[in-house]
């Protein structure tokens, strides 16, 4: 069984910066399409930004040019510059373990205007 743990969200107003991170409890390796999703209160949840198999990263265009996705050996990372109201919402990291699909528990970021 694999664990992803996120952290790193808060309140902010808009214009200011957030950094989100997700630990994995095994090599962060293992797991394939690690990607950020977002889900802002009674919409669907959506993908933010993500890294694939190969190492491209992917954007939402709604935050090309002001996120950053990123990731060492242990964590994925999501910096978060220019937060704007619509950014509100609960980040959940996503990843495939083999063929599990695995969330974690999510993390909240509220920009206020």
């Known amino acids: 069984q694999v664990q992803l743990v996120e952290s790193g969200g808060g309140l902010v107003q808009a214009g200011g910066s957030l950094r989100l991170s997700c630990a994995c409890s095994?090599?962060?390796?293992?797991?394939?399409?690690i990607a950020w999703y977002r889900q802002a209160p009674g919409k669907q949840r959506e993908l933010v930004a993500g890294i694939g198999l190969r190492g491209g990263k992917h954007y939402a265009d709604s935050v090309k040019g002001r996120f950053t996705v990123s990731r060492d050996n242990t964590k994925l990372y999501l910096q978060m510059n220019n937060l704007q109201p619509d950014d509100t919402g609960a980040y959940y990291c996503?990843?495939?373990?083999?063929?599990?699909?695995?969330w974690g528990q999510g993390t909240q970021v509220t920009v206020t205007s």
């Open positions: 996503h990843g495939k373990y083999g063929n599990v699909d695995v």
């Open positions: 095994r090599n962060i390796n293992s797991i394939n399409d």
